[in-house]
């Protein structure tokens, strides 16, 4: 079964944007690299000087090949968005609750 990691960072969400605008490209190498290695769904979401990654991976060790593998890629965008702290992401499986609703339940 799929997990989902998040990983949350103090940053500038409108600074993430602006950046992702004006480096479609490495947005979308970083993106291709992440589906080659088996990323399912990926999105940036932002709140008051936070910014945070959720995405759908087959396993953890599918996402920490990759972000190892692209540090030097990710690394400047974070640098960019005024990020400092070294990410930390958490891994969460699906609980069986029987009340699922959406995501295709």
């Known amino acids: 079964m799929s997990v989902i990691m998040t990983m949350v960072a103090e940053g500038d969400p409108a600074a993430l944007e602006r950046y992702a605008a004006e480096h479609v490209a490495d947005m979308q ?24 990654v959720s995405d759908e991976w087959p396993d953890e060790q599918s996402f920490i090949t990759f972000f190892e593998e692209m540090g030097p890629k990710i690394g400047p965008m974070m640098e960019a968005v005024g990020i400092t702290s070294e990410p930390h992401p958490i891994f969460w499986r699906k609980l069986e609750t029987h009340d699922d609703h959406g995501w295709d339940a």
């Open 29 to 52: 190498e970083i993106k291709q690299a992440a589906v080659e290695r088996g990323l399912i769904a990926h999105r940036f979401y932002g709140t008051d000087g936070q910014i945070m």
